[in-house]
């Protein structure tokens, strides 16, 4: 809560809170909530960060957690969220290296282009005593 008071030399002093003054210097972190119905490549932000951070609905961002860890997402808006949280799957939880309650940056990420295709290979263990040819 922004409060305005009057200092000792006359002057207006305007006092902000520590969320606020962090919210100014880094509008680009949030802290990590829990999306249980999200989808494994959606996170969702307050609207009023989209014209902060120069984004639209279903933009892909790059988010980077901790030990220099990142993942991509597409980005939506919840009005009904707080502006300094996001809400993250636990799969783009796990692939960004955070837990709930962590900070994490997302920036814009206009060289990530939408897959025209994607291909998905079982794994070997998965595969064991198969003898079938799965490529058929």
Not at 45 to 51: A, V
Not at 112 to 122: E, T
């Amino acid at each position: 809560m922004t409060e305005i008071k009057k200092g000792h030399t006359g002057d207006y002093v305007i006092k902000k809170t520590k969320t606020e003054l962090s919210e100014m210097r880094f509008p680009n972190r949030f802290i990590v909530e829990d999306y249980a119905d999200g989808d494994n490549s959606v996170v969702q932000i307050n609207p009023t960060k989209f014209d902060q951070l120069e984004l639209f609905q279903d933009d892909i961002v790059e988010i980077r957690g901790r030990f220099k860890k990142f993942t991509h997402a597409m980005v939506t808006p919840n009005p009904s969220l707080d502006p300094t949280k996001i809400l993250m799957n636990k799969s783009v939880r796990k692939n960004a290296n955070v837990n709930l309650g962590d900070i994490v940056s997302i920036h814009a990420a206009p060289e990530v282009q939408q897959g025209a295709r994607i291909k998905i290979l079982p794994f070997n263990d998965d595969v064991a005593g198969y003898t079938e040819d799965f490529f058929d």
